[in-house]
C-alpha cells in the first residue's frame, strides 16, 4: 500500500519555566542500560469527531496548538525529556526541547487501518534511529510525530529515548500530558525520579554486560512481524481447559496463557524444523514498581525499573500447555520484593552478572531457542484522551530487518476485550506459525482495529 506523507515542520517544543541548574545534569541509574534499544516505537491512532472539511481542518489546528502548548507544559516536569543525550552516564537537562514534526496524510485514516500494512506504521514515527548503534550521544530524548489525516484522523507518533523512559515510565508521562492538554493540572500524577538512587551507576559494567547478553541473542535472517488477536473468549476456553487438566494450577492469567500457548507453538515449529524437540528459552520484562517499597511512590517512578525472568525447557521433556504456565509463573514469581532487595545490596552485582550470563550462554547456544516477552498490557495507554476521545487503536510497528530477535509484544485491545500480540520471527518460522492449526484455534492473524470498533 503506497501513502504519502508530507512533513509539514519540525521545531523544538521547550519547557514553559527553565529547569533549575542544579537539575541541569539527570544523572541515569544502573538499570537504565539493561534494554539496548534506543526507542521502544508507540503510535496512538484518534478518529476524527467532525462532520464538515471546514471544521475538520479548524479543530485539527486546535488540537496541534494543544498538543503544543501542553507538551510545554509537561516538559517542566519531566526536565530530562527536553535535553539530549550526553554518554552513557548522564543526561543533559538544557531545556533544548523535544523534537516535534507535524505531517499531514494524503489519505483518510480508514484507508490505513482497513488493511494494516505493520512496515508503512514507520512512516509515522519522527526518527529512523529505531536500531542498536554504539553512541546516541547528542540525540534528542523525546521525538514526536502529530500526522493528520484527510479525514481529521490524528495519529501521535512517539519516540522517547528507552534510556530514560520504559512502558510504565511511558505510560505516566502520556497519562500527565493528556491530563495538561484537557486542563486537568491538578489531577496530574507528580513524576519522581528514585531510579538512580534505587540502582546507582558507578561504572558501565553493566552496560558492558547487558551489551554481551543481549547480542548472544540477536540473530541473522530474514524478520517479519505479524498481529495476533487472542480474544477473552478464547482465552477462557483455554482456562477451563487447563483448570480440567492441572487443578494445581490455579487462575492462570491472560499473559501466562498467552505466553504459554505461542511458547508451545514455536516449540512446534523447531520440532518440525529440526526433526526434534529442543531446549527452549523465553524471557519476561518484569516491572519492578509493585515490587518496590509503596512508602516511595514507584509506580510514578521515571527510569527503566525492569528486570529478566527466564523460563526453560529442555529438549528431553514432553511439554504440555499447563506445564509452560506453570514454567512462566515460576521464573516471573521469582522476581518478589527479596529479589529486588538482592540487587540493591551488596551481592546485587553477583546476582545480575550470573543472571544475565545465563540468559546470554543459554541463548547464544544454536541448539536452543530463544524468545522473547515485553507487555504494554493494563497500562492505560487506551486511557489518553487528549481532548478528542480515546485512541482507536495503541500500535507498535512491524520489523523487516535482517538483524532482530524473536520478540513478542503484548498490548491490550482498545476494549479490554482481548491483547494482540505482536511477533517477530524469521520468515520461514512466521509461515509455519500461521499455518499452526492450534494456534488458529484461538488466536485470529493480522485482523484490522476497526473490526473492534461499536
Known amino acids: 500500500m503506497e501513502v504519502e506523507i508530507e512533513i509539514i515542520s519540525r521545531e523544538n517544543i521547550k519547557p514553559s519555566s527553565p ?6 545534569a539527570f544523572k541515569l541509574s544502573l538499570l537504565d542500560h539493561l534494554i539496548p534499544a534506543p526507542y521502544s516505537p508507540m503510535i496512538l491512532f484518534y ?57 499531514r496524510v494524503k489519505c483518510p485514516l480508514s484507508d490505513i487501518l482497513s488493511q494494516t500494512d505493520l512496515i508503512l506504521l514507520h512512516k509515522f514515527l519522527p526518527c529512523d534511529h529505531l536500531v542498536v548503534e554504539e553512541s546516541d550521544s547528542g540525540a534528542y530524548v523525546a521525538n514526536i510525530q502529530v500526522s493528520t489525516f484527510d479525514c481529521g484522523g490524528i495519529a501521535i507518533g512517539i519516540c522517547i529515548s528507552h534510556r530514560i523512559l520504559d512502558g510504565s515510565a511511558l505510560s505516566t508521562f502520556l497519562k500527565v500530558w493528556k491530563s495538561r492538554a484537557k486542563g486537568c493540572e ?173 540468559i546470554g550462554e543459554l541463548g547464544s547456544k544454536d541448539e536452543v531457542d530463544h524468545f522473547g516477552f515485553s507487555s504494554w498490557c493494563n497500562l492505560g495507554f487506551y486511557e489518553l484522551d487528549f481532548g478528542w476521545g480515546k485512541p482507536i487503536w495503541v500500535s507498535s510497528i512491524g520489523s523487516n530487518g535482517a538483524f532482530f530477535m524473536n520478540l513478542i509484544i503484548l498490548v491490550d485491545t482498545r476494549f479490554g476485550d482481548g491483547i494482540e500480540a505482536w511477533v517477530t520471527l524469521d520468515e520461514k518460522d512466521m509461515a509455519h506459525l500461521e499455518a499452526n492449526a492450534e494456534l488458529a484455534t484461538y488466536a485470529i492473524l493480522d485482523p484490522s482495529p476497526l473490526q473492534h470498533l461499536v
Open 47 to 103: 478518529a476524527s469527531q467532525e462532520e464538515s472539511a471546514e471544521n475538520t481542518h479548524f479543530e485539527t489546528l486546535k488540537r496541534i496548538q494543544s498538543l503544543k502548548q501542553s507538551l510545554s507544559e509537561t516538559l517542566t516536569q519531566f526536565y530530562p525529556l527536553a535535553g539530549k543525550l550526553k554518554d552513557d552516564i548522564f543526561i543533559e537537562c538544557n531545556d533544548e526541547g523535544a523534537n516535534f514534526v507535524e505531517a
Open 186 to 358: 491538578e489531577n496530574a500524577m507528580c513524576p519522581n525520579f528514585i531510579a538512580a538512587s534505587l540502582f546507582p551507576i558507578e561504572n558501565l559494567w553493566f552496560k558492558d554486560l547487558s551489551m554481551v547478553m543481549w547480542g548472544s541473542l540477536f540473530k541473522q535472517g530474514k524478520f517479519v512481524t505479524k498481529r495476533f488477536l487472542f480474544s477473552n473468549s478464547a482465552l477462557s476456553t483455554l482456562k477451563k481447559q487447563l483448570a480440567m487438566k492441572n487443578s494445581l494450577l490455579h487462575n492462570p492469567t491472560r499473559l501466562e496463557i498467552i505466553s504459554a500457548i505461542l511458547w508451545k507453538s514455536l516449540m512446534a515449529i523447531s520440532e518440525t524444523r529440526f526433526g526434534t524437540q529442543r531446549h527452549s528459552l523465553v524471557t519476561h520484562l518484569v516491572n519492578l514498581r509493585r515490587r518496590i517499597h509503596k512508602a516511595l511512590s514507584p509506580q510514578y517512578a521515571i527510569g527503566n525499573l525492569l528486570w529478566l525472568a527466564a523460563a526453560e525447557r529442555k529438549s528431553d521433556k514432553v511439554t504440555t500447555l499447563g506445564e509452560l504456565v506453570g514454567e512462566l509463573r515460576k521464573s516471573i514469581s521469582e522476581i518478589d520484593e527479596k529479589f529486588v532487595e538482592r540487587l540493591q545490596s551488596n551481592e546485587g552485582k553477583s546476582v545480575m552478572f550470573k543472571s544475565l550470563k545465563r
Open 19 to 24: 529547569t533549575p541548574s542544579h537539575l541541569r
